[in-house]
């Protein structure tokens, strides 16, 4: 306690109060033994009342709070309260909230993408900013190099590769490996290569290396540098790196996974994706697929054109539907269509080929079935001459020139359903203009129109064939998607798969066999 008199000369100081401030005694001026935050007047706080302000302040290495009261007389009584623990319960409270914000936004930016590349540059820019001068994130080793990205406080990161044996930089290796962190008071800032060291850094004056820890396998190395001019990592400082590594190698390891993944999806799908068609020795082919849900690129539906191996003989031309929807169906899919693909030799008999799958997938544990209609097509002349064979498949639709619209009545039981497998073909010839249309029931069987319930079917179908007399394939298939898909708008549908086969109205003359435009004469 303090007392001081109007012109702030002590008139008594208690024991405690002397042991705060050792120069202060009754007589002496509060100003000259007293720091610059008690001397000033007490301030009256606005309210109800008189109430004069508290003031705060250091006082050697220890940190104060000094109550006033003002007496009737006009003397001031100073009570000193020690504040240092409560200061700093409060700074470091405010540090860790802080410290909690910075993990809590990190998490969130670094989780808000499965791009491997961003993850990276975000990693080292949040390190950069907020933990050191400079961050620098290694991969680990493609090849015999070593992708690395630095990143500069308030700069953009920066990606480059380097040969460089880690064995260089102390504590990279084990940390490429996933093993615990080297203390930064053993790396010794000089040994750090050039590479490491982003360009107009200056001199580095502490290093800290964290590995990145991911899902099983590392993610990669973590490096902060701080200038020669900055105070150097404290073991604080060096913790809560770790924990800002951790979350960043897992949201890496997580996109690494994640590409990898993809790029596995990529290539097994490339094979269960529909193929694009053209002109093969001179008939025409083009075809449609939309899968049942918009974001899936694959489905149940499938269809072929595998061109003869010797010159004049009929391509082969296959277009299914196995029962179901999504992956597993794909799945099914692809293995009837690799099954056709074996079976191409004989070609020439429909009933022998489906017989074969017949008992191919009855020999499985696959409980699905496929409906599939196979059509072989020639050109003799002007003309397209066609063998067909529906295993119970819709039957094809034949698009006369004219406009008229008939169906090529072909039938046949479903594939990989029953022990014997019949079915019944049908030769078809088109006439230059003419076009046979195969399509899955998904076109027919869609739902939507005005009162979203209704199923397009097969008279809609034909109506809107019979206007497409004339056209090219393509554009026949274009226009049969367009309606579907204006029918069903946003509703639900199954897949939906459309080959066309056409009679050019033109002769091919090229020696390229309609690969590419070649010459043509009507």
């Known amino acids: 306690m303090l007392v001081a008199d109007r012109q702030a000369v002590l008139l008594a100081v208690n024991e405690a109060a002397s042991l ?4 202060a005694c009754p007589g002496s001026a509060l100003a000259d033994v007293a720091p610059a935050w008690l ?37 001031v009584v100073w009570w000193l309260v020690d504040d240092t623990d409560h200061r700093l319960a409060r700074e470091a409270l405010l540090v860790e909230r802080e ?34 001068d400079a ?15 630095s990143c500069l406080r308030g700069g ?41 060291v982003p360009e107009g850094f200056g001199t580095v004056g502490s290093i800290v290396i964290t590995p990145l820890p991911g899902q099983g396998v590392p993610a990669g190395a973590l490096v902060l540098l701080r200038r020669e ?31 990898e993944q993809a790029s596995i999806s990529e290539t097994l799908m490339r094979d269960l994706l529909p193929p694009s068609l053209h002109r093969v020795a001179g008939v025409e082919y083009a075809g449609g697929y939309r899968p049942s849900k918009d974001h899936e690129r694959i489905g149940g539906d499938f269809y072929d054109v595998h061109p003869s191996a010797v010159e004049g003989d009929a391509s082969l031309v296959v277009l299914g539907d196995v029962c179901g929807k999504g992956l597993e169906a794909a799945v099914m899919a692809g293995k009837i269509r690799n099954t056709m693909h074996a079976l ?84 078809v010839t088109l006439a230059p203009g003419d076009a046979c249309v195969l399509y899955t029931d998904g076109i027919s069987e869609a739902r939507g129109g005005p009162t979203g319930g209704a199923e397009f079917g097969e008279v809609r179908l034909r109506q809107a064939l019979s206007t497409c007399a004339g056209m090219p394939a393509q554009a026949i298939v274009e226009r049969v998607q367009m309606l579907t898909s204006q029918w069903v708008a946003g509703g639900q549908h199954d897949d939906m798969a459309i080959v066309v086969i056409s009679a050019p109205r033109d002769e091919h003359l090229s020696a390229v066999d309609g690969h590419t435009r070649g010459r043509f004469t009507a």
């Open 135 to 149: 961050a620098v994130v290694i991969a680990p080793a493609h090849g015999r190099e070593f992708p690395v990205v």
């Open 344 to 427: 191409l030799p004989m070609a020439d008999d429909h009933h022998r080929m489906l017989t074969l799958l017949n008992t191919s997938l009855l020999n499985t544990r696959n409980a699905r079935f496929a409906t599939m209609v196979l059509a072989s097509a020639r050109r003799r002349g002007n003309s397209v001459h066609m063998r067909l064979t529906s295993a119970g498949h819709p039957a094809p639709l034949i698009v006369r020139s004219g406009g008229g619209v008939e169906e090529a009545p072909t039938r046949g039981s479903l594939v990989g359903a029953l022990p014997h497998f019949t079915a019944v073909g049908v030769d």
């Open 99 to 132: 410290r909690t914000a910075f993990l809590t936004d990190a998490s969130n930016r670094l989780l808000s993408s499965l791009n491997l590349e961003r993850c990276t540059d975000v990693t080292t820019m949040m390190a950069a900013d907020h933990l050191a």
């Open 229 to 259: 001019s900055d105070a150097a990592f404290t073991e604080t400082e060096e913790v809560f790196a770790r924990l800002f590594a951790a979350r960043a190698g897992a949201a890496m390891s997580a996109a690494r996974l994640y590409a």
């Open 156 to 196: 953009t990161p920066v990606t480059s590769r380097v040969p460089d044996d880690p064995q260089d930089v102390p504590g990279l290796a084990e940390a490429l490996q996933g093993f615990p962190p080297v203390p930064a008071r053993w790396i010794d800032p000089v040994a750090a290569p050039a590479w490491l």
């Open 20 to 23: 705060i401030l050792p120069d």
């Open 39 to 75: 001397t000033a007047p007490p301030a009256r706080r606005p309210g109800v009342g008189v109430q004069y302000a508290t003031v705060q302040g250091p006082v050697a290495d220890r940190t104060y709070e000094a109550h006033p009261t003002v007496r009737d007389d006009g003397t």
